[in-house]
């Protein structure tokens, strides 16, 4: 592999990693190096920031969802565009679901099949000499993986600074750099996590300002020096295809109100021959008629209900669509193609009425997790019996869920008893689900 690579990672959420990863991204850029951002676990808003950042497509790296050999194309691809790659842990480095060795969902499990030394993020706010001790655990806990230094976060003072690096002297951890503590590097959030990339405003703006704050409080020349090289196993296993595409030439929902599309997704589609033509329901497009197959991405269909509903045209052609080619609508999609979808302040809109089920935003439940689908019938994403790895990551629910028969049975890894998700209609699927990849025999 041409390229090297860091996890950026840390004890625990909340930490500033996603901060600290976009501000030595777009550093590194613009010292003129080629850098590819990747994104551990289910996210898709960090890796539209990372995209931004690098002027490179991102992906995500999932060892719960994916197999070794999908795993392994997207993190060679990335090595070999880059001259470094900068990829984001997710939650704490070592937070896991059950799972085989490896493919737990821990971040760590990247590290370990990557060969990419990790960089720890820790949060000093309210400790000094104690952080090291959390580094030191984070350090001895996983013998896979390798912690090449620290970063300090929301710093409060020289003299703060100096007690912590003692800590970290003392354990034999390289102090990388320190930031200060400073609002003004917060992005902007909402219920799902960072406003998206293209929603955020001066974007380019406040990830220079990231990247110069980066800059002056961090040795960038001993980043350089602590990246490693990319290192996959020989036998990284057979690289099944992520989803089957739902047909040849795709329409597919793309504005602010539907965008969660995982680029390892598209990029296989593509792979296998598919065409992806974009429309955009908040502008009352319809699904193009050239189409055989039409795709409603998750996204934020709640804060923007009144103005699907008032959307004839979108949703006149959507109906007129389903008559003859599958629709499939996944999390907000799935809500679009119900009847009713309430939104925040508990006012119900007409939705397209393909599906019977009616939702709501009104009461807030949040729904997060992997998940493993076993699809009912035959559909869009394969045939009935197929299993899907995935997840789930919403604060809607379903108000009522009408007369339509299921579109899957979904467990998670906890050992829940398995439960009907989702529902069909002639060629109408949907639920919250997100699929990632087909599951590989376990």
């Excluded at 850098?35 to 960090?46: E, M, N, Q, S, W």
């Excluded at 997704?265 to 598919?274: C, D, K, N, Q, T």
């Excluded at 497009?285 to 998750?298: H, I, N, S």
């Amino acid at each position: 592999m041409s390229g090297r690579g860091l996890l950026i990672a840390a004890p625990r959420s909340g930490s500033g990693k996603t901060t600290i990863a976009l501000g030595l991204q777009r550093a590194l850029v613009r010292r003129g190096l080629t850098v590819r951002g990747l994104k551990c676990g289910p996210d898709y808003i960090d890796p539209a920031f990372h995209a931004a950042a690098t002027g490179a497509q991102s992906a995500n790296l999932d060892s719960y969802a994916m197999t070794d050999g999908l795993l392994g194309r997207i993190a060679g691809e990335a090595a070999r565009a880059a001259d470094i790659v900068i990829a984001e842990g997710s939650m704490g480095l070592f937070d896991a679901v059950p799972g085989p060795d490896g493919h737990t969902g821990a971040s760590a499990d990247i590290a370990a099949l990557t060969g990419w030394p990790v960089i720890l993020v820790i949060d000093v706010s309210g400790a000094a000499q104690s952080a090291a001790a959390v580094a030191l655990g984070c350090k001895a806990y996983d013998p896979r993986i390798r912690i090449a230094g620290v970063i300090l976060n929301k710093v409060a003072s020289a003299r703060h600074e100096r007690l912590v690096r003692q800590g970290m002297d003392r354990i034999g951890l390289t102090v990388l750099g320190a930031l200060p503590r400073e609002a003004g590097l917060i992005l902007p959030e909402r219920h799902l996590g960072l406003v998206q990339a293209g929603e955020t405003a001066d974007l380019h703006a406040r990830l220079d300002a990231l990247a110069e704050a980066v800059a002056a409080a961090v040795d960038l020349d001993a980043v350089i020096a602590a990246t490693g090289a990319t290192t996959l196993p020989a036998n990284i296993g057979r690289d099944t295809p992520p989803l089957p595409a739902p047909g040849r030439r795709i329409a597919i929902a793309r504005d602010a109100a539907f965008s969660f599309v995982y680029p390892h997704v598209e990029s296989g589609w593509r792979s296998a021959g598919a065409v992806l033509v974009p429309f955009s329901p908040l502008a009352d497009e319809a699904p193009p008629e050239d189409c055989d197959a039409c795709w409603l991405p998750g996204g934020y269909p709640e804060l923007h209900a009144g103005t699907i509903a008032a959307a004839g045209c979108f949703l006149d052609g959507l109906r007129r669509f389903a008559q003859s080619r599958p629709v499939h609508g996944e999390c907000g999609g799935y809500m679009v193609l119900g009847r009713t979808l309430t939104d925040a302040d508990g006012l119900a809109h007409a939705m397209a009425g393909l599906l019977s089920v009616e939702t709501s935003f009104a009461k807030r439940k949040m729904n997060l997790g992997y998940r493993r689908a076993v699809l009912e019938a035959d559909g869009p994403l394969g045939a009935a019996g197929t299993v899907l790895t995935g997840h789930e990551f919403h604060y809607a629910s379903v108000a009522a869920q009408g007369e339509d028969p299921p579109f899957a049975v979904v467990s998670d890894p906890h050992g829940s008893p398995p439960a009907a998700a989702g529902s069909r209609r002639g060629r109408v699927t949907g639920s919250f689900f997100h699929a990632i990849a087909v599951a590989e025999p376990r």
